[in-house]
Every structure is written in structure tokens, then in C-alpha cells.
């Protein structure tokens, strides 16, 4: 079954770190872009980062620029973003999502979404 | 401008026609692509590539761009239709980025 498993979120105090985890089953996630994408509560949703074919390609949302880093490791066939320096307005729901084939750095679009898991950054 | 704007609502009858409109100085340059969320569940994908659907996604929803602005257009709304929809597109420098959203209520 080809699907995307969040994990990792929780509670964590401001200023703290906190490490998101994606699971990709049924394809192997390497050969496409990813991207995290977040939701703060009752808000739309916030382009977080992506990470090109081959790691080649990584960008981030100014937001989040300098505290949070993207990466892959095949041996899992998982992605992950490491979250560092929290902030009270980093709690959202955070979605790994899958490009299509064909994606560009200047153009892609997600077609399979994970469930999202909740991060919330509070003293 | 790398902001992507959406009209924040939008109410319908049953059988009405929704035109959701997301401008941006960059959509020309760039394709728009459109996503439906339901009840905060995970967006689906209903129009990429400004205009092409993917499969299994009802005929009634359609694509269009103009210049900076484009348009998700649903056709004889129905209540299952009832969802936030999101555009997102690439902004000049490379870029990803989602407009504010559009809650369509299908009344």
C-alpha cells in the first residue's frame, strides 16, 4: 500500500528541538521530491520545505530558515526534518507529502499526503 | 509579490457554480496547482498544471489562468464539495508557497 506516516510530534517548550519523521511504504521514496507542509490550528496550510531527487535541491520557508533541516536516509526509505530553536508559532499539524514525478524545483505539486502529527510548542 | 491571495470565503446553493480566484504576481511564470481539505483532514489534490485534473477527480472541477490570477471553477456545487481549497504555486525565487485558502460552505 503506498502511503506516508508522520511521527514524532508532541509537546515541546520554546527554544527546544524536536525531530519529524516520515515513513514511506509501498515506493521508494528517493526517487521523488518531498515536502513538509504545516497547518497552525485553524490556519491554512504553510509550505515548510522541500528536498529534491538526490538531495541535489533543498529549500526552506523563510519562517523556518537556519532552525529547521530537511533530509533523507534511503536505508529506511524515510524523510525527516529536524527542528531546532521552537517557537510558540511553530505549533501546527505537520504533513509529509510526495511530489509527482516530473517535479522541478520551480514547479511541483503533492498528490499523496501523509496524516500529520501534531507539534505544539508551549512553556 | 510572493503571496498567493485567495477570497477567504465563499457560500453557495447546491447546483451553483464556485470560481475561487488566487493571484499573484508570479502565477505567470509558474503553474498554479488547487487542493481541497475536508474537516482538517489531509489536502487532496483536485487540479494541477493550472487546468489538468487527476484521476478520479469529478469533471465539474476545472482549471483556468489568466495573467496573474487563476481559477479553480466548480460546477453545479454539491454538498460534498463543501471544503477549504487551497492554490500553490512557486514564487520568484524558487519558492513553494500556498495561497491563504478559500472555505467554500455549500448552504
Known amino acids: 500500500q503506498v502511503q506516508l506516516v508522520e511521527s514524532g510530534g508532541g509537546l515541546v517548550k520554546p527554544g527546544g528541538s524536536l525531530r519529524l519523521s516520515c515513513a514511506a511504504s509501498?515506493?521508494?521514496?528517493?526517487?521523488?521530491?518531498m515536502g513538509w507542509v504545516r497547518q497552525a490550528p485553524g490556519k491554512g496550510l504553510e509550505w515548510v520545505s522541500y528536498?529534491?531527487?538526490?538531495?541535489?535541491?533543498?529549500n526552506y520557508a523563510d519562517s523556518v530558515k537556519g532552525r529547521f533541516t530537511i533530509y533523507r536516509d534511503s536505508a529506511k526509505n524515510s524523510l525527516f526534518l529536524q527542528m531546532d530553536s521552537l517557537r510558540v508559532d511553530d505549533t501546527a499539524t505537520y504533513y509529509c507529502?510526495?511530489?509527482?514525478?516530473?517535479?522541478?524545483?520551480?514547479?511541483?505539486?503533492?498528490?499523496?499526503w501523509g496524516q500529520g502529527t501534531l507539534i505544539t510548542v508551549a512553556s | 509579490s510572493s503571496e498567493l491571495t485567495q477570497p477567504p470565503s465563499m457560500s453557495l446553493s447546491p447546483g451553483q457554480t464556485a470560481r475561487i480566484t488566487c493571484s499573484g504576481d508570479a502565477l505567470p511564470n509558474h503553474f498554479t496547482h488547487w487542493y481541497q481539505q475536508k474537516s482538517r483532514q489531509a489536502p487532496v489534490l483536485v487540479i494541477f498544471k493550472d487546468s489538468e485534473r487527476p484521476s478520479g477527480i469529478p469533471d465539474r472541477f476545472s482549471g483556468s489562468s489568466s495573467g496573474t490570477t487563476v481559477t479553480l471553477t466548480i460546477t453545479a456545487v454539491q454538498a460534498e464539495d463543501e471544503a477549504d481549497y487551497y492554490c500553490?504555486?512557486?514564487?520568484?525565487?524558487?519558492?513553494?508557497?500556498f495561497g491563504g485558502g478559500t472555505t467554500l460552505t455549500v448552504l
Open positions: 509501498g515506493f521508494t521514496l528517493n526517487d521523488y521530491y
Open positions: 507529502a510526495r511530489g509527482v514525478p516530473g517535479c522541478s524545483s520551480t514547479s511541483c505539486y503533492f498528490a499523496l
Open positions: 528536498i529534491s531527487t538526490g538531495s541535489t535541491y533543498i
Open positions: 500553490q504555486s512557486t514564487d520568484s525565487s524558487g519558492k513553494w508557497m
